[in-house]
């Protein structure tokens, strides 16, 4: 007899369950939300530059009195009457000490940086503490100080540091290499050590692979110290105002503006306004071109092609 397999039904498909409608917001609302939340963000940020920006174009007078900084008249004289007070050469001496300290302290705190990322130092996580804690050191706390010393350099060696660039440049260096030698390290420290090894298997020297292959992987922390060492140097006041307090050859911004004297009886606001625009343009177009740079390097190694 032929055995006859009996096959067991099939049970019915059953049909998927009907999607439930979403009770949160369309999608059109969605972006909307968004939209005016980053409008809000932009408008919070730059309120404060356009505030400048139209105090700068209107008379003492107006500005003190009229709130509304829409309403005229509008004029560049305190752009004339700042430069005729010499701030271009201001201008010149901000950015030439700015400049110089970062110049001298990015390529000091990116070799610092990499020996504690990757030399076994001990006590690694103390020099780095340390280093944290010398960037909440109060600078107001150095100008007797560094004031006494100037004046025995001077006495004893005849090299003046009063009035002169060297006497903001080294004390701004020594305030600023502490936080840029902690982010640099930071940042060689995510940097995997394989990729200095194939250097080096490759004939590269330590140097060179330190060079060409870690320091431009480094490239956003590099960006990021060397723009708050040099805002910090263009922006610093106390201790220029305290060793280059009226010399308009080395004087900064800062002590320019910090020194305006009222016109009669009408404060300077529209020349405080006036030259805080001046000085804000480099620092901006400074920021703009290294973030170029930063958001390069972030995504430099997003995809391999």
Not at 39 to 57: D, G, I, K, N
Not at 275 to 302: E, N
Request: overall charge neutral; charged content about 10%.
């Amino acid at each position: 007899m032929s055995e006859h397999t009996v096959q067991a039904p099939r049970p019915a498909a059953t049909a998927p369950p009907p999607r439930r409608r979403s009770k949160g917001l369309p999608p059109w609302a969605v972006a909307a939300l968004k939209i005016l939340g980053l409008a809000v963000v932009v408008v919070w940020c730059l309120f404060p530059f356009f505030w400048m920006a139209m105090t700068s174009l209107r008379t003492g007078a107006d500005a003190l009195t009229d709130p509304n900084i829409l309403r005229g008249p509008f004029t560049f004289e305190s752009y004339e009457q700042v430069v005729d007070l010499g701030f271009q050469y201001a201008l010149r001496n901000s950015l030439i000490v700015a400049s110089v300290t970062t110049l001298i302290c990015i390529p000091v705190a990116a070799l610092a940086g990499y020996a504690l990322a990757r030399l076994p130092l001990a006590g690694k996580f103390v020099i780095l503490a340390l280093t944290l804690v010398a960037t909440l050191f109060p600078p107001v706390a150095l100008v007797n100080p560094l004031y006494q010393v100037y004046l025995e350099v001077d006495s004893l060696i005849g090299l003046s540091l009063l009035n002169s660039y060297a006497g903001m440049i080294l004390p701004y260096v020594a305030l600023t290499l502490p936080l840029a030698i902690f982010i640099l390290t930071t940042f060689f420290s995510g940097i995997p050590k394989e990729i200095e090894e194939s250097a080096k298997v490759d004939g590269a020297t330590p140097f060179q692979a330190f060079w060409r292959v870690v320091a431009p992987l480094a490239a956003p922390g590099v960006g990021a110290a060397a723009i708050l060492t040099f805002v910090y140097a263009t922006n610093e006041f106390l201790l220029a105002f305290s060793f280059a307090p009226a010399d308009l050859n080395v004087q900064t911004v800062p002590v320019f503006i910090g020194t305006f004297e009222r016109v009669g009886y009408e404060d300077p606001i529209g020349q405080v306004m006036a030259a805080s625009v001046l000085v804000s343009i480099p620092l901006i177009l400074f920021a703009l071109v290294l973030q170029r740079r930063i958001v390069a390097g972030l995504t430099s190694g997003a995809v391999k092609g």
